[in-house]
């Protein structure tokens, strides 16, 4: 049985769990942003993509410090070398200190995913590096749309990208 449950706010179901005893464990903001021609994102020398299961356990400890819940090395680690999946590691001064992945669906639209970065190195623009290396692998997959959920913390980053909130998931614990 999983940890939590995620729906989207509005569809009545978040209602009828608050009423069965449910608690709503965490809010995020659905964004999406639509790729334009006239955009133009820069991939960045300081993200790596990640290749082994080296690479994975440098993911996962990142990711586990910026969330603040663990993330298991073997929860990633099927993604490797899958087609339509990519996950990065990006380094400050020889540290690997953010993470981020882009997924291509089938149709062609992009999802960025866990992206972040570690506590003691916020604030020095290694979010937005990360996130503007994505959008330059998704222009290159040729997404016409790209779509994340946002934390607090990271919807200001996305709205100056040209996200756009489309609603918001809510997430509930038993």
Do not use: W
Not at 9 to 38: A, C, R
Not at 92 to 103: A, E, P, Q, R, T
Not at 130 to 139: D, N, P, S, V
Not at 162 to 170: A, D, E, S, V
Request: overall charge positive.
């Amino acid at each position: 049985m999983p940890h939590s449950i995620a729906v989207e706010e509005g569809d009545g179901i978040g209602e009828d769990m608050e009423n069965k005893g449910f608690q709503i464990s965490s809010i995020v903001d659905g964004m999406t942003l639509l790729l334009k021609p006239s955009m133009s994102f820069s991939a960045s020398k300081n993200i790596d993509r990640v290749g082994n299961q080296e690479d994975i356990k440098v993911f996962t400890n990142i990711a586990s410090e910026a969330f603040g819940y663990n993330i298991y090395p073997s929860s990633l680690s099927g993604l490797i070398g899958e087609n339509r999946t990519t996950l990065f590691i990006g380094r400050y001064k020889d540290n690997y200190v953010s993470c981020g992945i882009l997924f291509l669906d089938s149709n062609k639209d992009s999802g960025l995913h866990m992206i972040g970065t570690r506590k003691g190195f916020r604030g020095l623009g290694l979010g937005k590096t990360m996130t503007e290396h994505l959008l330059y692998q998704a222009t290159k997959n040729k997404s016409e749309q790209v779509h994340l959920v946002a934390s607090k913390l990271g919807s200001p980053i996305y709205n100056k990208l040209g996200f756009q909130n489309r609603g918001y998931l809510k997430s509930y614990v038993i």
